[in-house]
């Protein structure tokens, strides 16, 4: 086996056991990049000049103050109640039940964060007036539905780091990627939304016009991000600092309440997560271990779409985090999926795969709280998953080969 691609599996190893360990993911792939330069014959300090080259670069530099802007938007829209808004508007609107319970965790996960399916967890479960909803189907709605948007939604860290690392705008991953998202909504009505007993709400006609504008207004910061992104094509931190702007001019919230929403964007964990992605992309194109991995590949006679399914399904399978399969297997499979004339359906392949491996995942935070939060029995839930996620692999296949 070519050094090379020991240096490969030792890195690999190296985030799957620190990761199981509970360690901090940008941590983890800074010590990953360390794993990837020493087996691979390099010195420690060429392996941290590498690093430091990855810190400086202005790619690195606009990566971070993307995701700085994400997080703060997410959690000063969040404070000044335009969710909560929503979901009220909703409610006055919609009589049936099952429409509801899946738009909350739908519109809960236009807010990326750690966990987030506990957002909406007990609003489906206020919503559900029917006893006849198995806590596993609950648990499946709240937890389907949260992620069908993580595919191509532009505030996902995952989409934002999967197009730096292959070098093409946020919006082309929308433009590949958005079957998926049509294809796990299709699922999650087909296999287990179509077959509830949600009950009934009682919507107010005298209010129809005051529940549209809640729910006009409540999307609203998010409208104007996806215009400015996928629409205008404007750089994402720059549209998102001016959502920002434009939040803080109309709403006037405490300067504390703004501050402490950067300040969470920018917390050590977020900064460590960026630099270590950096970092390890850097330690595994200059060490040139990314040349050896199609012929390694291709000695063991495999088929390419076989390798562009597997490798991000395992990564995303063992570790649960969207960017933990992204940051390892996109440098990876790069040349596999047509090198600096990268192909989008072999990319949107590969982000199908891994984020498939992500849902199925008993490490995946989302999957672990809602199921606990329901007592929702973990056979019967993945017997309500695995039919969705293999359609989801069907779709991304058949896109590729048709």
């Not at 519109?107 to 596993?136: H, K, Q, Y």
């Not at 093409?168 to 590949?176: E, K, M, N, T």
């Amino acid at each position: 086996m070519e050094r090379e691609v020991v240096a490969l599996l030792a890195s690999v190893v190296a985030v799957v056991v620190l990761l199981r360990f509970r360690a901090d993911l940008g941590l983890t792939m800074l010590a990953a990049s360390v794993v990837l330069a020493l087996t691979g014959g390099r010195t420690i300090g060429w392996a941290l000049l590498e690093m430091g080259r990855s810190f400086i670069d202005k790619d690195t530099l606009l990566l971070l103050a993307r995701i700085v802007a994400i997080i703060a938007l997410g959690d000063i829209a969040s404070q000044l109640g335009y969710f909560d808004r929503l979901v009220t508007g909703l409610r006055k609107l919609i009589a049936d039940n099952r429409v509801i319970i899946a738009l909350m965790p739908a519109f809960g996960g236009l807010l990326p964060m750690p966990g987030g399916a506990m957002l909406t967890a007990p609003m489906v479960e206020s919503s559900v007036t029917s006893g006849r909803v198995t806590p596993e189907q609950k648990f499946y709605v709240n937890y389907w539905f949260r992620h069908v948007w993580e595919y191509i939604w532009p505030l996902y860290p995952g989409v934002v780091v999967g197009a730096a690392l292959i070098g093409h705008r946020v919006s082309d991953i929308f433009v590949s990627n958005w079957p998926l998202t049509v294809a796990a909504v299709a699922a999650g009505v087909f296999f287990v939304l179509r077959r509830l007993d949600a009950g009934r709400n009682a919507p107010a006609p005298a209010e129809g016009h005051a529940a549209r504008r809640d729910v006009a207004l409540g999307m609203l910061p998010f409208a104007v991000v996806i215009a400015g992104v996928l629409v205008l094509k404007i750089e994402v931190a720059l549209v998102v600092l001016a959502v920002i702007a434009l939040l803080v001019a109309y709403k006037r919230p405490r300067p504390a309440v703004v501050l402490k929403s950067f300040a969470h964007g920018a917390e050590c964990q977020v900064v460590t997560l960026i630099l270590g992605v950096a970092a390890y992309n850097q330690v595994l194109t200059a060490a040139k271990i990314i040349d050896a991995i199609p012929g390694f590949f291709m000695s063991l006679h495999m088929p390419e779409i076989v390798v562009i399914c597997a490798v991000p399904m395992m990564l995303g399978l063992i570790t649960g985090v969207t960017l933990a399969f992204i940051a390892v297997s996109f440098p990876l499979l790069m040349p596999l999926m047509g090198g600096s004339n990268v192909n989008m359906e072999l990319v949107m392949l590969a982000y199908a795969s891994g984020f498939v491996g992500c849902l199925l995942s008993p490490a995946h935070l989302c999957l672990v709280l809602s199921r606990q939060y329901f007592r929702a029995d973990l056979g019967k839930s993945y017997r309500l998953l695995v039919p969705s996620c293999l359609v989801i692999m069907a779709v991304a296949v058949l896109l590729v080969l048709v």
